[in-house]
């Protein structure tokens, strides 16, 4: 019996569904009792709700900037790389244009190369030139930069040429000093310094005067830039003075190069 | 198993009615929010038992009709006809059976839904619209059961653990 009892229960909701579907005024004001009453309870659970909204709305925000900063992130990424591409092209572009300009006054046909390679022995100073022989590059050309001389082509392949440069221990330029016009020999030491051998006893040489090429010899022509004497001593066998060169190029920042197909007096 | 007629029960229905009434609309998705109410009937259907069922009902029904604007008594007397279906489900159910609470309670708040449905609009409702409200009806329904284990949880924190229900064994 008490089990049937709940079923019975559903005679209320009817009875009251009727009586308030009969009277629609009596349903008005239940409805506005109730609304009345529950009304301060609302107002709380409706700002309880504007909170939620804002926390929702917030970390929507929050997870939309964290896939923007993501996607920013990437772009900023590839943004620095090519900038990074466009700063190299662009110290690239100044190289080209020096070198243009100091192959113009040159009066002979230059053919510009790339540095790709340096002999991986330490005080060899041999690079490997992006051109060859298929490039009319040929054996013993000179080497130059604007700053001035570099060396020469030691060897030809057909797509590709060593260098040897100043420095090397194998290099040897006759050269001669800009003022006094002391005539000496310039040979590689393995280092950034060159040595200037030969000079004479009584050569009234300065220090920081310029050493250019003298033009003896059939390989360097005359008058390209060397370096600047930095000091002077006797020579270990005391019938030479030694000068100390700083070469004017800087051979360990060395990226395009011009070869001289012919030398300017030819 | 809590009295009914207890501050305790009286205060949980209200907070239910305000969550229902102003708070959960903040978490709807596809304009479609979970409702506690629906969800305190079915708990009482499985932690109390047949005879509680239908008072929860009634009165849950009741506070929905008074947060509606339409006519009193029409959810209760709705509520109030499912809640021995449900209960009569409950006692029949299969319990090992995976997700067989959600199951019920998705069943309990689509029924719930369509004779609502059915009650409010009868044959008026044009065809187009028909589909479009059992969706959300559905939705409604899989969202309000999909929280049933938060809402287990709460309630049984707010009443105390209670799981002291005795099934009959033979009928």
């Known amino acids: 019996m008490r089990r049937w009892r709940s079923y019975y229960f559903l005679a209320i909701p009817v009875v009251a569904l009727i009586a308030f579907f009969q009277y629609p005024r009596l349903n008005e004001s239940v409805h506005s009792i109730f609304s009345t009453l529950a009304r301060p309870v609302f107002v709380l659970g409706t700002s309880l709700r504007e909170g939620l909204y804002m926390v929702r709305y917030q970390s929507g925000n929050f997870l939309n900037a964290v896939g923007k900063q993501k996607e920013y992130l990437a772009r900023i990424q590839e943004l620095e790389g090519q900038l990074i591409r466009f700063r190299e092209m662009d110290r690239e572009n100044q190289r080209l244009k020096k070198l243009l300009n100091f192959s113009l006054p040159l009066a002979t046909r230059t053919i510009g190369t790339r540095v790709i390679g340096e002999d991986v022995t330490p005080w060899k100073k041999v690079v490997l030139l992006d051109k060859g022989s298929r490039h009319n590059l040929r054996k013993d050309m000179v080497v130059v930069v604007p700053e001035g001389l570099v060396g020469r082509i030691l060897e030809v392949e057909p797509y590709t040429a060593h260098a040897i440069l100043l420095p090397d221990p194998d290099c040897r330029v006759s050269a001669l000093t800009a003022t006094s016009r002391a005539q000496g020999i310039i040979a590689g030491i393995g280092t950034d310094k060159l040595q200037m051998k030969y000079l004479a006893l009584d050569a009234e040489i300065e220090i920081g005067e310029d050493v250019t090429t003298s033009g003896v010899g059939s390989i360097f022509p005359k008058g390209l830039q060397i370096g600047k004497i930095e000091s002077i001593e006797r020579d270990s066998d005391g019938l030479h003075l030694l000068a100390l060169v700083k070469p004017s190029v800087s051979f360990s920042k060395l990226e395009e190069v011009l070869c001289l197909v012919s030398s300017p007096q030819k | ?171």
């Open chain 2, 1 to 171: 198993m809590p009295r009914l007629v207890s501050a305790k029960v009286i205060l949980y229905f209200l907070l239910l009615a305000v969550l229902d009434g102003s708070v959960m609309p903040a978490f709807q998705i596809c304009s479609v929010y979970p409702n506690f109410l629906y969800l305190f009937v079915c708990y009482a259907a499985f932690e109390w038992g047949a005879p509680k069922t239908v008072y929860v009902a009634f009165w849950a029904g009741l506070l929905r009709d008074l947060l509606g604007g339409g006519v009193i008594g029409l959810e209760a007397t709705l509520l109030v006809a499912l809640a021995p279906a449900l209960d009569f489900l409950v006692q029949k159910m299969e319990r090992q059976l995976p997700g067989i609470h959600f199951i019920i309670t998705f069943l309990f708040v689509f029924c719930a839904g369509i004779l609502r449905l059915l009650v409010s609009y009868g044959g008026e409702l044009p065809s187009s619209l028909v589909w479009g409200y059992l969706g959300m009806i559905a939705m409604t329904a899989l969202y309000t059961s999909a929280l049933l284990p938060l809402f287990n949880f709460l309630t049984n924190l707010w009443f105390g653990r209670s799981s002291s229900k005795q099934y009959e064994l033979f009928h």
